[in-house]
């Protein structure tokens, strides 16, 4: 049985529609002894992802950004965190978006990006898939300074590492952030071979 035949929405309450939406569905879930349970649940919809990691395979390097981030901060952490360059759909593709977003965030342009997998980052509270890919990059490829866009708050700072000190940051929590963790490890097993 496929699980469409499992669901049936019952009700849609947006509970919050200002920059993204968070809404409540209710459900009936059909459980695997044959019994509809109701339940519901909240769920944030930010649309979809994409981020990258670049990197430069002769000298080890990768390039990652620091920003601000207000929902690390409100949970403990300082709030600057180490990340892939990474942007929100607004329903373009993926590979075009992260083209862009990486020149807007990082001042490298990239022509080949290579997607490496998707993935749910939340998938118990927040829609959103994520795109991952990866692409070379060199010190001719830098096209600006990135940094973001300042009018929407963005003040982005660029960061060059090699991928033994990148990995090591994870060890050390200096790094905590998800796709930023999947993308290293994916590049110590996969890219600098
Ligand atoms: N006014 C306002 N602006 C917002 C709000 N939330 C985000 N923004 C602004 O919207 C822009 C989004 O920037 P992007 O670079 O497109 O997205 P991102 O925040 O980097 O998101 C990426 O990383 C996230 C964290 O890992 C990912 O969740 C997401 O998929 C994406 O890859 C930023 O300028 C940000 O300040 C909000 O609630 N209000
Ligand atoms: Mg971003």
Redesign the pocket.
Same mark, same amino acid.
Request: proline content about 0%; glycine content about 16%.
């Given at each position: 049985m496929n699980t469409q035949d499992r669901v049936r929405i019952e009700n849609v309450e947006v509970l919050s529609d200002?920059?993204?939406v968070l809404r409540k569905v209710t459900f009936d879930f059909l459980r695997h002894n044959g019994a509809w349970q109701r339940q519901s649940r909240e769920a944030y919809d @930010?649309g979809?992802?994409?981020?990258i990691l670049l990197y430069h395979p002769e000298r080890r390097t990768v390039i990652l950004t620091r920003?601000f @981030?207000l929902p690390a901060y409100l949970n403990g952490h300082d709030g600057l965190l180490i990340?892939t360059p990474?942007?929100?759909l607004?329903l373009a593709s993926p590979e075009e978006r992260i083209r862009a977003?990486t020149e807007?965030?990082t001042g490298y342009r990239v022509q080949h990006v290579r997607k490496v997998f998707e993935a749910f980052?939340s998938p118990g509270s927040?829609t959103?898939k994520?795109y991952f890919f990866v692409a070379e990059y060199d010190s001719a490829s830098r096209a600006g300074a990135g940094g973001?866009?300042a009018e929407?708050?963005?003040d982005i700072e660029v960061l060059e590492l090699t991928l033994d000190q990148a990995l090591q940051m994870i060890r050390t929590g200096e790094i905590m952030?998800?796709?930023t963790i999947m993308l290293l490890q994916y590049a110590g097993l996969h890219l600098f071979t």
């Open positions: 200002d920059w993204y @930010r979809n992802g994409a981020t920003q @981030r990340e990474a942007g929100l607004d977003e807007e965030e980052m927040v959103e994520l973001g866009v929407e708050g963005e952030d998800g796709k």
